[in-house]
Every structure is written in C-alpha cells, then in structure tokens.
C-alpha cells in the first residue's frame, strides 16, 4: 500500500529525519511515537506529498511520489493536522464544501451531506465552527480529511486536548476505518490510546528505534512475570518460590511478581507451592508492563547509545 525508503529530511543543517523505513498495509492502524522534536510530523509530510524527502522514496501502490505523480497520489491520502484548522466564520457545512470542491468532486453537496450523515454531525451543520466544543471540531475535521474517501488515512494527534468521552469518540471512528479496509498511519503521545488502537508500533527518533506489535516489543524488553495476589503479606511466600528454583521473585505489600520463562507450564506450579505452604492465593494472571514502560525503556537505551 505506503513504502518508505530510506527517507532523510534535512532543513539547513539539522537532520529531522534520518534513513527511515517501513511499509503500511491495507486495514492496519500503525502507530508513530516519538518524543517531541523525533521527527514525526516530518515524516507524515513526506509521506503525504507535502514536503520533498532529502534522500529516500515514498510509494503508494508501486507508483513513486515525485513532483509529477505527487498531485494524483495526494488523492489517495487523507490528512488530519494537530490543530483541526477550521474556518471558525463558515458553517460546518460550508467547511466541507469548500474542501469538497478543493477535491474536485462531484456533487459535492451529495458528498458533504453524507459526509455528515457518517460522522453524525448532520444536526451541528449550520453551526458555524466557532461554536464548536474540541471534540466536534476534531470531528469535523476528520470527516473533511476523509471526503475524497482516500483508502489512506494520516492522523497527526487527533485527540489531543480532547476530554475522555471526546477522545472515545475519535478513538471509534479511527477504528471504524480500519473495519471499512483503510491503512491508517496515527501519529501520538497518547500512549494508552496506541495500546487500545494500533495493530504495530514505531518509535521514532529522528531514526527509527524499534518497530512491531506492542506484544513483541514488550516480550523483547520485558521478561514474562505472573502477578500473584495474596490474602496475606507476600514476604515469607518470596523464599518458599525462591527455595524452589524461581530465582526473579520480588514483593509489592500482598503481591508476588514471578518471572517465569514459560508461564503456561509454570506457572500451575508456582501456585501448587505457595498453597502447600499456606499461602492464600486470591488471583492469577500473566504481568503485562505498560506500553509506557516498553517506550521509555526504548528511548532510554537510545539515549544510552547515542
């Protein structure tokens, strides 16, 4: 669907983006992180025809992004900016309009209507922008990025400054993209809103650090543990586990955190000896660190690197 080639972006002498890779596939959300100044918003740029890499190639189906095709490849991309960029004097449907025709589409009246219709804003059209909450604005905004029906979307923090239940908001309607087939590149530092949404991950500082699922990077830096909760302090049980062989044990008040290589075959065992030593065991399960921790872990050893 996208492929970035070895994409470099210099402005002067500062290097923004260096030798960055990947492809994006149809019907997956793919995450770009990055503290700020890593280089991200460049790189959506660039992959969206706005901006000309210094070295490297964006394709789009096979067809390389040049100043010749980038006119036509631009078609095939949505982009949702940080600030939502509304006309705060127009209408939302004059917003759309406007953009529709930008679009060269036909009927533009027939798309904006339907426009509003799916992002379920029909009853906020005549409403000018400036009486808009965050939320709806971002709304508005997404359904105007989307009006060409692009099956690429690029989302440059779309819920930043949203409260929770606007945030949930933009968060389902990202999702609804991705079941209608879309590739969608999402570019945050909302890290719980990544863990909830995003198929595979990239941490990018000014080059890309790490790339994958959030499950492979966490089992990359992260040995497995089991949680086990008590009903009594967990201190004497540590020694018991540690006695049989479990040497990474360590106690929070009432918990066992027990890193175990194999935790489907292990950890039956773990409880077997905590109950015969008197232990009462409340809960169970497998301790999945944050993705938080995955990130700054990751940010840190490229700190370390560097």
């Given amino acids: 669907m996208l492929t970035a080639a070895r994409l470099s972006r210099r402005f002067g002498d500062r290097l923004a983006v260096d030798d960055v890779s990947f492809t994006l596939e149809p019907g997956e959300i793919f995450a770009l992180l990055g503290p700020n100044g890593a280089g991200k918003t460049t790189t959506l740029r660039i ?49 759309l309009l406007v953009y529709a025709r930008l679009y060269g589409l036909p009927s533009p009246t027939t798309v904006v209507d339907e426009a509003l219709e799916r992002f379920e804003i029909r009853d906020r059209g005549d409403d000018r922008a400036a009486q808009l909450s965050k939320g709806l604005k971002q709304r508005v905004a997404l359904a105007r990025s989307l009006l060409h029906d692009p099956p690429i979307a690029m989302l440059d923090e779309p819920t930043s400054g949203l ?65 086990v909760r008590l009903s009594q302090p967990a201190e004497p049980f540590a020694a018991v586990l540690r006695s049989a062989g479990f040497s990474d044990v360590h106690v929070d008040g009432r918990v066992l955190l027990v890193g175990i290589a194999n935790t489907a075959v292990l950890t039956p065992d773990v409880v077997r000896r905590l109950v015969e030593a008197g232990a009462g065991v409340e809960t169970v399960m497998a301790e999945q660190p944050p993705l938080e921790d995955v990130y700054l872990k990751l940010l840190n050893r490229r700190g370390e690197a560097s």
């Fill in 47 to 95: 992959l969206a025809g706005l901006i000309a890499p210094t070295t490297g190639s964006v394709e789009i189906d096979g067809q390389r992004m040049g100043p010749q095709s980038a006119p036509q490849l631009r078609a095939r991309i949505g982009f949702l900016t940080e600030a939502p960029g509304l006309w705060d004097r127009l209408t939302v449907r004059d917003n």
């Fill in 163 to 227: 409260d929770p239940a606007s945030a949930r908001e933009v968060r389902d309607l990202v999702l609804s993209l991705r079941a209608q087939g879309r590739t969608i590149l999402l570019c945050t530092h909302n890290l719980d809103e990544v863990e909830r949404v995003a198929d595979r991950v990239a941490v990018l500082s000014r080059r890309l650090i790490a790339m994958g699922t959030p499950a492979s990077l966490r089992n990359k830096l992260f040995a497995p543990r089991v949680r």
